[in-house]
């Protein structure tokens, strides 16, 4: 009978072994951009099934809002050609895509820069 219990010493922590370290959560080191948040999951999945480019320029519009920290700015698109590497075709054709889904809204103003508000009351 008493192979059946075990041996309860042999399972105790040794006082002297230091507690494991708990885990930071993610973090940008100091002077480096960053996506602030907290984003909706739903912008990002309606974004990534709408076609072409919508979810980079979605992420772009998203990480320039925050950066003013308003959502309403003027589309960045000297800005999403230097750092995401997306043409103005492209951009252009995501932002559509993104205003046909529902998470943006467009004015466009001729030769001037659209102003996109970035839509948080979503109807899915």
């Not at 922590?13 to 996506?35: C, M, N, V």
């Amino acid at each position: 009978m008493s192979s059946l219990i075990p041996d309860l010493d042999s399972l105790r922590i040794d006082p002297a072994t230091p507690a494991p370290k708990k885990r930071k959560s993610l973090r940008h080191e100091p002077g480096r951009k960053f996506l602030k948040g907290p984003i909706p999951l739903d912008h990002l999945i309606l974004a990534a099934k709408a076609p072409g480019k919508a979810l980079h320029v979605a992420v772009a519009l998203w990480f320039f809002a925050g950066l003013r920290t308003t959502v309403q700015i003027k589309f960045p698109m000297r800005w999403l050609k230097v750092t995401f590497g997306i043409d103005r075709y492209a951009a252009y054709r995501g932002l559509q895509s993104l205003e046909s889904s529902g998470l943006v809204s467009v004015v466009r103003l001729r030769g001037r820069a659209s102003l996109v508000t970035v839509l948080e009351d979503l109807t899915v």
